[in-house]
């Protein structure tokens, strides 16, 4: 079967972990027998080339990256001429490749590959790594699982991204961002007209419950997979705990900063490294002149990232928000590392409490608590990793194609 992966970026374009997700899929499912063929941008790369047997195919878009910077603002793919321009990009290679189905693996791909399948009348399917078709900002959902109506989102979740994610807030900035306010409100509704009769899949029962409460009915739980380890027998850790992610509120940052002093006068000889960029950064930075153990790595490709997490005695996943799936968490568990998570979104459904890691309330004290007992009873968490490692390599890996199989089946 010839599948059509649609996304607006895809390895070595991959700003976050969902690109990798697409990756690991698209691999999975060619080691099947089953032939995909990636629809995505050119921002730099080869036109054609296959990776780990996936066939990538760029087409020419306006605006390039490069290593330095993995991601474009997103009105370059959401503004009405990149959209046709990407619709008309997506039908011709696709027609060109004999796709029988599309896939679409990223949110700004939705409206384009929507548009070009009114002429290729394909089945589709969806998977929705974020809340972006429910609220493009998304901070009505840390609390409740009904996205916010137009007055809250302008006065509750705008107002709240001005002062969490905005530092220089000019009346120019402000009008500039409140016009991106007005846009990014008109895209979600244009985005949940044409997915509300889609075949969705959703990363974690904790997502499928928040879909199901704002109006969506076609909504399948499905995980995410990754790398797994052929040889678990030698892990050596170091007195590393590691965060990776968007250094931001949502992700919980500042409930580790609050725990830093308490840390480092337990255990001195520890570091605590953060990994990913993002407005609290600087305070970061700031405080590692006073703990010099602290390490800002700022974003890092995904090769030192996987190296990053074997050699960490825990990964710590204090999320606020409620994470969609918790990749970061996945990845951890693939290294042979215990995970400390907060019990926010899909988390929970990744870590097995007390067997690979713990599973906390999003509160400071709570946290460090967790993280006191991972370092006592690391080597114990690690022997049952590793017990358990067939068993997470198979929910995580073959699960997870067969699941994707039977929908394909499913819809065709």
């Known amino acids: 079967m010839n599948?059509?992966?649609?996304?607006?970026?895809?390895p070595p374009y991959a700003p976050g972990g969902a690109e990798w997700s697409a990756f690991f899929l698209a691999r999975n499912l060619s080691r099947k027998g089953h032939n995909v063929i990636v629809i995505t941008p050119n921002y730099g790369d080869l036109q054609e080339e296959s990776n780990d047997g996936v066939k990538v195919v760029r087409f020419p878009f306006y605006s390039k990256l490069d290593k330095n910077k993995l991601i474009l603002s997103s009105f370059y793919h959401t503004n009405p001429l990149g959209i046709?321009?990407?619709s008309l990009q997506i039908y011709k290679y696709s027609r060109k490749n004999k796709v029988k189905l599309l896939h679409v693996q990223g949110k700004y791909s939705i409206l384009p590959a929507f548009l070009a399948n009114l002429l290729l009348k394909l089945p589709i399917v969806l998977t929705v790594?974020?809340?972006?078709?429910?609220?493009n900002y998304g901070f009505c959902l840390y609390s409740k699982n009904r996205a916010c109506n137009i007055i809250d989102y302008f006065t509750k979740d705008f107002t709240f991204y001005l002062k969490e994610y905005i530092d220089k807030k000019s009346i120019?900035?402000?009008?500039?961002?409140?016009?991106?306010?007005?846009w990014g409100r008109l895209y979600r509704n244009f985005l949940k007209m044409f997915t509300s009769n889609m075949n969705i899949v959703v990363l974690s029962k904790k997502q499928k419950e928040i879909f199901l409460s704002n109006g969506y009915k076609k909504v399948w739980v499905i995980g995410n997979s990754t790398n797994f380890l052929s040889d678990i027998k030698n892990q050596k850790k170091e007195r590393k705990l590691l965060f990776a992610g968007r250094l931001s509120d949502g992700k919980g940052v500042n409930l580790l900063i609050k725990i830093i002093p308490d840390f480092f006068e337990k255990y001195p000889k520890y570091k605590i490294i953060f990994a990913g960029e993002g407005k609290l950064k600087k305070k970061l930075i700031k405080l590692k002149k006073k703990y010099p153990n602290i390490v800002v790595l700022g974003q890092i490709d995904h090769s030192t990232l996987a190296n990053l997490y074997k050699k960490s005695m825990i990964v710590v996943v204090p999320s606020i928000w409620h994470e969609p799936f918790g990749r970061i968490a996945l990845e951890s568990l693939a290294a042979i590392t215990p995970v400390v998570v907060t019990n926010r979104g899909g988390l929970p459904e990744i870590i097995k409490d007390k067997h690979w890691g713990y599973v906390v309330e999003p509160e400071s004290a709570k946290l460090f608590e967790a993280i006191e007992k991972a370092i006592k009873n690391n080597k114990s968490l690690?022997?049952?990793?590793k017990k358990d490692y067939s068993f997470i390599k198979n929910k995580f890996g073959d699960r997870i194609t067969k699941k994707y199989l039977s929908i394909y089946k499913a819809i065709l």
């Open 3 to 10: 599948i059509g992966f649609i996304s607006e970026y895809f």
């Open 84 to 86: 046709i321009w990407s």
């Open 129 to 135: 790594r974020d809340y972006q078709i429910i609220c």
């Open 172 to 182: 120019s900035v402000l009008l500039i961002n409140f016009s991106y306010a007005i």
């Open 382 to 385: 690690v022997e049952t990793i």
